[in-house]
DNA sequence: TTCCTGAGTGTTTGCGATAACAAGTGATGG
DNA sequence: CCATCACTTGTTATCGCAAACACTCAGGAA
């Protein structure tokens, strides 16, 4: 038996079980009972074991308890652009609703958006067993991604394609975009141009599709739409060419920064907004009030999604089958981007 | 023996090391061997374990690696306000070196900024067996709160006080006002003003005093800075107020958002930028050369920071000692919301 | 021949926790 | 007065892997 004092290095190892269990007086399955299920232990004996586990800056190895137990209480997050303000901030909804439920969240930003890099990510976290994964990877090659995952992982995909073969939290983005549209037709705009993001983003698809099916609802004229990459710097350089289009009255841009160079090039141009030319944005990122002159959006409550897609996996880790879809409705805010049609 | 068979509920368990080694006719030991330290193990062998490897989608269990090797491949993140652009890039700086490296990074976001939320987030941490952790926890109360640290485990500082016991890698703040301070006299102005950004936060002093100094070292006047709390919303607010200070020719905004709402505020009272009134930010959001006007600002390079954060703490895993201090250069980008002083 | 060396492989043990089962206590009831 | 049960606590086995040590077998040195 190894005593205290057996090693003449004095390295403080970490306390385990046993030394508290030695400590309180007791064996070391009643210590985990303590923790686990602190009701099955006498009160008195409760309270010593907890006063060797502070005494001892006791903390339970979750390796070894993984090990046993085959539940890790973390889950993977893969992600794709943690750095733009919607990825960032259902992230941070996920890591939110997960801490309050007492799980740790393990990250694994993709390199690339292809099927591969999924699957490659899923697996990393899969190697450190995590309990479940969220896919954060609005692309519609995530799709496929998806489809080949391995057996008995809950997987939940946030914003996902209609065909993910998995739960899927998202907004509702078709609906926002016929928001935009009709808001837009309903000051008197004959029609209203779409400033697009990137092909196979599924939010592009979107709001793309809720753009013209508004349209085509009442009957308008649907303007071939412009396809930028987010960027306010595409939506700048689009928006030069767009400013030259006449009897332009009308754009809904697909997000804030793309909407915030669109506006700087219709300044550029001498196309007053919202006088000549009604602009409505995507996001509601925090700073659109303050553009020149405030956006016009849509808010997108990512917070929620996050919150919706732990929820989701976190009854799939449970047990509960069947492929949900949760949806957030988002909300136009109406500031002064947009006026009566002139 | 368990036969395949045995079993009649069909439940696909994951390979382990032992059916692997089955499977190739060695033992488990050289499985795991053929996985650690390849070339100790012959050729022929190798490649028999690695088919088998292969064929049954062998992945070593993480957890039970960790028990007995006490290294996770693992590095912890704590962190505040994940969504506002420097600590998204600066995270998303660590990940990407720490997945080149093979690591894993699991983050654990703080409700609020304390000492006790720091020290309970390098706790949670510390149970998931994390090999070290990182802390972007830009405000004055980290330092207390990584002062009384679990003996042992490895903690890297981003962005920290200078009294910060620990490691730390950071944009150098005061070199990126001094430098953006300068920017303005040298155009002519008489002084600058400043938009500070809340107190206690490690990168508002930096700038404040950077500021401060620069102007002193000119002999200029020191305006009271005025204090806000890095939304375009407080930019705004606190520019109408500085928009009616006379001769105020110059201000130095602490963060980009708020230069964004000290813009709209000097718009609206009439004060051209930058002919009667010159503005510099400070991050270089993607956005800011699509302000109106497009804005001068300090670039402040967050992936290198997170790369170097990583770096540190790395050294520190690997047994370096030594309290370093890595800072980054920050760079004047000049766009058009500077000009001479009339 | 005998011994040694070292590359390659196998066996045993233990990391720290929990599941499953066992056992001790006192109370209950027939 | 003893069987039985509920409650509490202890014992043993096990999760999957790697460290430590043991073994085998060639080829070369003595």
Redesign the pocket.
């Known amino acids: 038996m190894v005593q205290p004092g057996d090693n003449p290095a004095e390295r403080p190892?970490a306390a385990?079980?046993?030394d508290v269990a030695e400590l309180a007086?007791?064996?070391?399955?009643?210590?985990?009972?303590v923790?686990?299920t602190p009701e099955?232990?006498?009160p008195?004996?409760?309270a010593r074991v907890l006063a060797a586990v502070r005494e001892l800056d006791?903390?339970?190895?979750s390796a070894?308890?993984v090990?046993?137990?085959g539940r890790s209480g973390a889950l993977g997050v893969v992600s794709f652009d943690t750095i733009l303000f919607g990825p960032a901030s259902t992230l941070y909804g996920i890591e939110r609703a997960a801490r309050e439920n007492g799980y740790l969240v393990s990250i694994a930003s993709l390199p690339a958006l292809t099927r591969r890099s999924i699957a490659e990510g899923v697996d990393r976290l899969r190697s450190q067993s995590v309990d479940g994964v969220i896919v954060i990877a609005p692309h519609e090659s995530a799709g496929e991604g998806l489809r080949h995952l391995p057996a008995g992982l809950p997987v939940v995909d946030v914003g996902g394609a209609k065909d993910v073969p998995v739960p899927v939290a998202a907004v509702d983005q078709h609906a926002g975009a016929v928001r935009a549209t009709r808001h837009l037709l309903s000051l008197g705009h004959r029609t209203v141009w779409h400033l697009a993001g990137p092909p196979n983003w599924v939010e592009s698809s979107g709001r793309l599709k809720g753009w013209r099916e508004a349209l085509e609802a009442e009957g308008r004229e649907v303007p071939v739409p412009m396809v930028g990459d987010w960027t306010a710097h595409s939506g700048y350089e689009i928006g030069k060419r767009l400013a030259r289009e006449d009897g332009m009255t009308a754009v809904f841009a697909a997000n804030d920064h793309m909407a915030m160079g669109l506006l700087r090039a219709l300044r550029e141009v001498g196309r007053r907004v919202p006088e000549d030319v009604s602009v409505v944005g995507f996001d509601d990122v925090p700073e659109a009030a303050y553009f020149w002159p405030p956006l016009t959006t849509v808010r997108q409550n990512f917070g929620e999604v996050g919150r919706l897609a732990f929820q989701l996996l976190l009854d799939r880790i449970g047990g509960v089958e069947g492929d949900t879809r949760r949806l957030v409705e988002p909300e136009l805010v109406v500031r002064e981007s947009t006026g009566m049609s002139s």
């Open positions: 190892k385990v079980m046993e007086g007791v064996s070391a399955m009643t210590v985990s009972r923790l686990n099955k232990v006498r008195e004996t409760r006791y903390r339970p190895n070894a308890r090990l046993v137990t």
